[in-house]
């Protein structure tokens, strides 16, 4: 394979900020992220780089090996990637996302001329393997499983300010459908008062913004949390995250917290609930599925999960895990139940 620059010619040193020219092409931090964790996990798998999260995923975007990541670049090796992908049973929505943070990769890569333009090209034509329609796995919790990870969720904290942080954590998600990655970019100015009705400013996908109406319950657990994170002057930066790292002593980094510690709470939070397997969005899936199970609109459901029209909230309602009883009144019909 041709390269603009040989590879015999680039030295280990040589790297390419992926994040800096990734912010010229799309503005929302999230798919900064979602491109970034693809990219990661492309790369580690299909070279010897191991793969990485949190701030070291970041500094790894910031400094990509060149020497390393150019000869994975190429059609063949991303064909056989989507396939895996496939294989793991992956959805349609994630493979899209995958391929197109690598696609991103190697278009930014061949703009700055460390790419042939036909190599890029190329990997453009490699369409996505065929993924399972239908039914995708996923959790809808009922109520009782709710409040039970709710409660278990608080007692995985070793110290008051790690138990306040999981409390406002989970309330969050389980009641105000947040995504990781929203509740990972508030900040304290966030908050504020329409009128009486106190309400906090989400960032959501494709750098939309709504207001969603905060509930007693969280309010409760944010000023649990504020006296927690008081500088000591007894202020807070309004500019500062909302949820950050908590040592394991008790003391309260200025640093946000990450989208995985997030997904590591929830997780070790429902395996002690004795509960199974639970992702964070799968709160969200519960809050829509409970919220239609108990009769409320789907307009007011549709607002809450910041859908831009209904109809993307029938859509999403219609892939919730549900009830398949045809066979079991059958077998009823049959005697056999």
């Known amino acids: 394979m041709n390269y603009p620059v040989p590879i015999s010619d680039i030295t280990p040193d040589l790297t390419f900020d992926f994040i800096a020219v990734l912010k010229g092409r799309a503005t929302s931090t999230h798919t900064h992220r979602a491109y970034a964790r693809w990219v990661d996990r492309y790369l580690s798998e299909v070279t010897d780089m191991e793969p990485t999260s949190g701030k070291a995923r970041w500094e790894r975007m910031r400094n990509l090996p060149l020497k390393k990541v150019l000869p994975a670049m190429n059609s063949t090796i991303l064909r056989t990637w989507l396939g895996l992908l496939v294989s793991e049973e992956q959805g349609k929505q994630a493979l899209n996302q995958a391929r197109a943070a690598v696609l991103t990769l190697a278009s930014l890569l061949s703009e ?4 042939d333009d036909s190599v890029a090209a ?67 100015k966030d908050f504020h008062k329409q009128g009486d009705r106190p309400v906090l ?37 309004p500019d500062s995250y909302l949820v950050r790292r908590v040592y394991r002593q008790g003391g309260v980094s200025d640093e946000g917290l990450t989208t995985d510690t997030v997904w590591r709470i929830i997780g070790r939070a429902a395996l002690k609930a004795g509960i ?13 599925g409970n919220l239609e199970a108990g009769g409320v609109p789907i307009e007011t459901i549709s607002r ?23 066979a079991i009144l059958m077998a009823d019909i049959l005697g056999f139940e």
């Open 304 to 326: 809450l999960l910041r859908h831009s029209n209904v109809a993307i909230t029938q859509q999403y309602l219609s892939r919730l895990p549900r009830e398949n009883e045809g």
């Open 122 to 188: 190329g990997m453009t034509n490699v369409s996505l393997p065929r993924a399972e329609t239908g039914q995708r796995q996923g959790r809808w919790l009922s109520i009782d499983q709710v409040r039970l990870l709710m409660s278990t969720a608080e007692r995985l904290g070793s110290s008051p300010a790690q138990r306040s942080r999981n409390a406002l954590i989970i309330k969050m998600l389980c009641v105000m459908a947040l995504r990781r990655e929203e509740l990972c970019e508030i900040r304290w």
């Open 201 to 237: 400013l989400v960032h959501g996908k494709g750098s939309k913004a709504a207001l969603v109406d905060v509930p007693n319950i969280v309010l409760d657990a944010i000023e649990d949390w504020r006296y927690h994170v008081l500088d000591s002057n007894g202020e807070i930066n």
């Open 276 to 288: 199974g397997h639970v992702a964070p969005h799968d709160l969200r899936r519960s809050i829509a």
């Open 112 to 115: 700055a001329g460390w790419m």
